[in-house]
């Protein structure tokens, strides 16, 4: 089910105006490095001359910008439907109240109060309603903003502060998908933005590094790609010598550690100041080089292998 | 009864390792870890479980499959692409309608409208709750099942409990281990709590998500103190930070610098006070700045 | 006059609970005998709209006032809705709530006196 599963590595060098390979990366927990891998693999794969789009999903803390600088180029805003009270035909019976789990539109004496804060935004109260006096507005919730830096095209989620769903702004930064290679930056964890992120991906590098708490929660995301059918491999960040635990359970749950990057103080020195480590660190560039190479072999493949196959949810 | 969230931001900036050390210190408390998505501190606080339930985060939808008809009006209502005909068959359609776990939100609009009422609405263990006797006292913490989201109540519940736990054994401390980010849980795990330490790092990103985080403290007015680890990795921004947070009336609770000493810590499943070194001096400066708050 | 206080355990000298939606008990208190009624927050725990849940709560009891420690606007308007005052304070116990309310040493709140979810997710 993982990426080992398909090592009849066929070269993944299709024509322009191929379908997108989609790769994202994930993590389960914050600061292994994933901004800073997908971001210097993005560099080094449009070197390679591919079309590459770099989507940054993590929508609550966008810090990919940090290190691509991209110029924008436009943005768009994203809504959702939010409940609008026509208080003519309204005769306050509380069903849409009794109804919405997450008491976004409540009555309270003979008011009906709308909490936009608190909406999902799944359309309940609307058909609830048995007089039909309640219809959809557009609520601004975030933006996607669409740009381009070092080559690379990039497309940033921003959800807007106050506003609780993230998944259909995430879905919206997706939609800007092209052609060619496709780089998804996912939020840490493993709730709700994260699995909307990685729906529809052919591949996904789970990036960790060898330390108990890394392993522990490499564990958690490892368990949430096999209920989704995903296939992906391990990248090991901040590698030391020695430092074999998560080699170890990788080995043991048959899970291909694709690249090490290596645990090197100029790394983070060079990271702080929002530089690309390919360029700043001696032999960085040539472990993407590899990486990349490998990646387009392990996950076009897999892609093969997935296509048209359905994404099952968990029994 | 004093309460201490540690929160950082962004992630990686070792908050858990800075909560361990800190709780290392502290005399007289309870632990929680909030962190919820990511609960790594009893890994590092050598404890046992003795205590554990489950947590029931909320109910979700789930296909009947004797009963489905395969009308399709579940899926054709479903905003959140939950619902697939992806069940098995039964005596009248080959294949039924499923409703996936890990994209369900839970609103009830495919239990409400299906028109033979083949939809349940069940509650549903998103993870459960621990209580660990550690070397460092009792700690609270917590496993979510992956893609559950709605971790803002269980550290709403974990708090609770810790609270409860302090009052029947007069403890005067809880010292929260807060999660990542600037969202949901992290305003569960800081609201009503007396103090607050933001741990950050001296990088662009630290930088960037420290002021939105500066901003959530101010805004529900806790006292807050700002401390910045692995300072010495970038000396300018390090001293932006503290600049940052003179000017934001954040108190400052020093810098720690970067150790090897917190890596073999981890390793060996102890706080960084165990492991002696620079980082563990610093930490100790923090701990004095910190104690004369609360 | 009947207020209710945001608190900690079940009685006036319980510690008040700074917290509306996420309280752990309600004490309501009328004003003139002092007599009180405890009840527990039926929103405590509530995943999301703990606020909402809360006030809902608190108006359907007939409570005029709330006293409490912060109150957030989706609270604060669905208080306002059902005619409920909300004074803010920072006193120890409820007692202490109570009798500063009647000296008319609280702060009547007009709007929310936190945003809410304020900094939740995102960027400003």
Known sequence: MSSHTHKEAVPYNAPAGRPALRIAFASGKGGTGKTTVATNLALVAAAAGEEVTYLDCDV??????????????????????????????????????????????????????????????????????????????????????EGAGRGVRFVQG???????????VISAVKEAAADGLVILDAPPGTSCPVIETLRDSDFVVLVTEPTPFGLNDLAIAVEMLRMMSLPFCVLVNRAR????????????????????????????????????????????????????????????????GTRGRHIEGAP | MKEL?????????????????????????????????????????????????????????????????????????????????????????????????????????????????????????????????????????????????????????????????AAQMDLSLIIADGSPGIGCPVIASITGASLVLVVTEPTLSGIYDLERVGALVQHFDIEALVCVNKWDINKGLA???????????????????????????????????????????????????????? | MKVVVTSTGPDLDSRMDSRLGRAEKYVFVDTNTLETIASDNPAGFASAGAGVQSAKFIVEQGAEAVLTGNCGPNAFSALAAGGVEVYVGSCLTVRDMVEAFLGGKLRRVSGASVESHFGMRGNS
Request: charged letters at 25%; glycine letters at 10%; one cysteine or more.
């Open chain 2, 5 to 165: 969230t540690i929160i950082s931001g962004k992630g990686g900036t070792g908050k858990t390792t800075v909560t361990a050390a800190l709780a290392a210190l502290g005399d007289r408390k309870v632990m929680a870890d909030c962190d919820v998505d990511a609960a790594d501190l009893a890994l590092v606080v050598r404890g046992e479980v003795i205590e554990r339930g489950d947590f029931v985060g909320g109910s979700l939808a789930v296909v009947r499959a004797d009963d489905c008809t395969a009308c399709g009006r579940c899926e054709g209502l479903c905003r959140f692409r939950a619902v697939r005909k992806c069940g098995p068959s039964n005596a009248i359609c080959n294949a039924t309608y499923a409703v996936e776990p890990l994209s369900c939100e839970g609103c009830g609009v495919c239990v409400e409208f299906c028109p033979v009422s083949a939809v349940d609405f069940r509650p549903h263990t998103s993870g459960e709750w621990l209580i660990s006797e550690t070397v460092h006292g009792p700690l609270f913490h917590a496993s979510l099942l992956p893609g559950e989201g709605n971790s803002g109540k269980l550290v709403a519940l974990l708090r609770e409990k810790a609270r409860r736990l």
């Open chain 1, 158 to 168: 921003l959800l807007k502060v106050g506003a609780l769903a993230a998944p259909p």
């Open chain 1, 60 to 145: 609550e803390v966008p810090d990919g910008h940090l290190f691509i600088k991209p110029e924008m180029m436009s943005r768009r805003e994203v809504t959702a439907g939010i409940p609008r009270l026509d208080m003519a035909l309204c005769d306050v019976c509380g069903k849409c109240g009794e109804f919405c789990r997450y008491s976004a539109i409540t009555v309270i004496g003979k008011k009906v109060l709308t909490f936009p804060g608190l909406c999902h935004h799944c359309g309940g109260c609307m058909l609830v309603c048995p007089v039909g006096a309640i219809s959809e507005k557009a609520q601004p919730i975030g933006s996607v903003e």
């Open chain 1, 241 to 304: 010598p020695g430092a074999t635990q998560v080699a170890d359970y990788c080995a043991d749950k048959s899970i291909d550690i694709i690249a090490e990057i290596p645990d090197d103080r100029r790394i983070a020195e060079s990271y702080s100041r929002g530089e690309m480590i390919i360029e700043t660190v001696n032999g960085v560039r040539v472990i993407f080089e590899g990486l990349f190479e490998r990646l387009c072999d392990v996950a076009g493949a897999a892609r093969r």
């Open chain 2, 239 to 294: 001293e932006a930070v503290k600049e940052y947070a003179r000017r934001s009336g954040l108190l400052w609770a020093g810098r720690i610098r970067y150790d090897e000493a917190a890596t073999r810590a981890q390793l060996a499943g102890v706080s960084l006070i165990e492991c002696d070194g620079g980082a563990a001096y610093d930490v100790r400066g923090v701990w004095e700045k910190v104690a004369a708050c609360l």
